[in-house]
């Protein structure tokens, strides 16, 4: 395999000389998160785009099971890489969709836990103003419509997180989707492209070589597939399958009003026949690159019973969450455990860089070329658990950089991992 994938790819070794001109057709493998936003961009700009994905846009993967966490902090209430730069383009693209109806609940609360919680939010709320706004625990409680994390009042409440929303994403994909392709110029084929990470290839696919002939470039955002085939070029990633419990609330159950976040988190989930849900997660196992779960798409579980990753799901999940929403637990006042039923289970694998000084950076940038035609080769993938944060931004970059054939538009963050392969390539 290791072999083909140097046929596939010659990296470094073939250069794209001018800048894409007139109208160039260009094809995006994959149509999640960062493929979607991909193709709006490039199509925005007048290229003529073809998304490959055998699922319809936003439907497959694990963006399909994506939680929609949108705020721009750490884990420690610092702005992330590219938070704040990531929040703007993500707001415009909700904008661009009008999608204000897809913002499930009024908000985003992180609890406090403890003292190295308090110390870390304290500074962070000091050093970057108008971000946190401290709420005491009454007030914390106020906003999420619940008496929720019962250490917080221990700690003195919480924080309410500025600008954080929790977004609807397959609904907001699939109407990013059809603005794309309302552009007149961009259209979605149902097919699966063969990556040099698949060891059979599926009846009906397209080979990833094959897409030379007809397309001026090619953009990989394949999610989990497009990790494995990094991992096997040697680039240092992270292959994470997580799971999401959904759960209906009974007649006359109040929703709860805002996210609540402390390492897991605890969402508003909109409405489930008329009453509401509330998302919980995520559940972590690390894969190896070998892992035949590796490249598995989404999973989605109704079937509750007697199912052993459901169960071990909830027992994983369930003494972390019972500290944000014991409700959930059967802990709260009033036996609030008929409050809430299990109703689903969604699966999905997302890839994970590297932690650096930057936290964990997206892999963005020019993979080298399809090697029969020498046709431009990028990517965009390992966005991880805030893909929400950062599609967008990273997107828009990527599209001008296919454009004009020209990687500086690519944060050099994102870049330096893909540069150093090319360069331990050239050493060989």
């Known amino acids: 395999?290791?072999?083909?994938?140097?046929?596939?790819?010659?990296?470094?070794?073939?250069?794209?000389?001018?800048?894409?001109?007139?109208?160039?057709?260009?094809?995006?493998?994959?149509?999640?998160?960062?493929?979607?936003?991909?193709?709006?961009?490039?199509?925005?700009?007048?290229?003529?785009?073809?998304?490959?994905?055998?699922?319809?846009?936003?439907?497959?993967?694990?963006?399909?099971?994506a939680a929609g966490i949108l705020h721009p902090l750490s884990p420690k209430g610092r702005p992330m890489f590219l938070g704040m730069e990531g929040l703007a383009v993500a707001e415009g693209l909700l904008q661009a969709v009008e999608g204000h109806d897809l913002v499930l609940g009024q908000g985003l609360l992180r609890p406090i836990l403890s003292e190295k919680n308090r110390e870390d939010f304290d500074v962070a709320a000091q050093r970057h103003e108008g971000l946190l706004r401290p709420l005491d625990y009454e007030n914390l409680c106020a906003e999420a419509g619940w008496k929720v994390?019962?250490?917080?009042?221990k700690y003195g409440g919480g924080?309410?997180?500025q600008g954080g929303k929790?977004?609807?994403?397959?609904?907001?994909?699939?109407r990013l989707w059809a603005l794309t392709a309302g552009m007149g110029n961009a259209e979605h084929?149902?097919?699966?492209?063969?990556?040099?990470?698949?060891?059979i290839a599926q009846p009906g696919a397209v080979d990833l070589e094959e897409l030379?002939?007809?397309f001026d470039a090619v953009a990989i955002a394949a999610g989990a597939r497009l990790g494995k085939m990094l991992q096997a070029s040697g680039l240092a990633l992270q292959a994470v399958r997580g799971e999401c419990l959904e759960y209906q609330a009974a007649e006359g159950v109040p929703p709860l009003r805002c996210g609540l976040l402390a390492g897991e988190y605890v969402l508003p989930g909109g409405f489930r026949e008329g009453r509401p849900a509330v998302r919980v997660g995520a559940t972590k196992r690390f894969l190896a690159a070998d892992d035949e779960d590796a490249g598995e798409l989404l999973e989605?579980?109704?079937?509750?019973?007697?199912?052993?990753?459901?169960?071990?799901?909830?027992?994983?999940l369930s003494p972390k969450i019972s500290r944000l929403f014991p409700q959930l637990q059967g802990y709260g006042d009033g036996g609030d455990r008929a409050a809430f039923k299990l109703a689903t289970v969604r699966s999905g694998v997302r890839v994970h860089s590297q932690r650096s000084n930057f936290g964990r950076v997206p892999v963005v940038g020019r993979l080298g070329a399809l090697?029969?035609?020498?046709?431009?080769?990028?990517?965009?993938?390992?966005l991880g658990a805030r893909g929400l944060i950062h599609h967008g931004i990273l997107a828009q970059s990527l599209a001008e950089a296919i454009r004009s054939d020209d990687e500086e538009h690519v944060p050099f963050q994102c870049r330096i991992m893909l540069e150093k392969l090319q360069t331990e390539r050239k050493s060989r």
């Open 149 to 153: 994390a019962p250490a917080a009042a």
């Open 189 to 199: 084929r149902p097919v699966r492209v063969t990556l040099p990470e698949d060891e």
């Open 212 to 214: 030379a002939v007809d």
């Open 371 to 382: 090697s029969s035609q020498r046709t431009p080769l990028w990517c965009i993938g390992a």
């Open 159 to 161: 924080f309410s997180i």
């Open 166 to 174: 929790i977004v609807d994403v397959p609904e907001y994909l699939r």
């Open 1 to 65: 395999m290791r072999r083909r994938l140097r046929s596939v790819l010659a990296i470094a070794m073939v250069a794209w000389v001018k800048p894409l001109e007139g109208a160039p057709r260009i094809a995006v493998v994959g149509g999640g998160m960062a493929g979607t936003a991909l193709s709006y961009f490039l199509a925005k700009g007048g290229s003529h785009v073809v998304l490959l994905d055998p699922h319809e846009p936003g439907t497959g993967g694990a963006t399909a099971a």
């Open 300 to 316: 989605i579980r109704s079937h509750l019973d007697e199912d052993d990753i459901v169960a071990h799901s909830v027992e994983t």
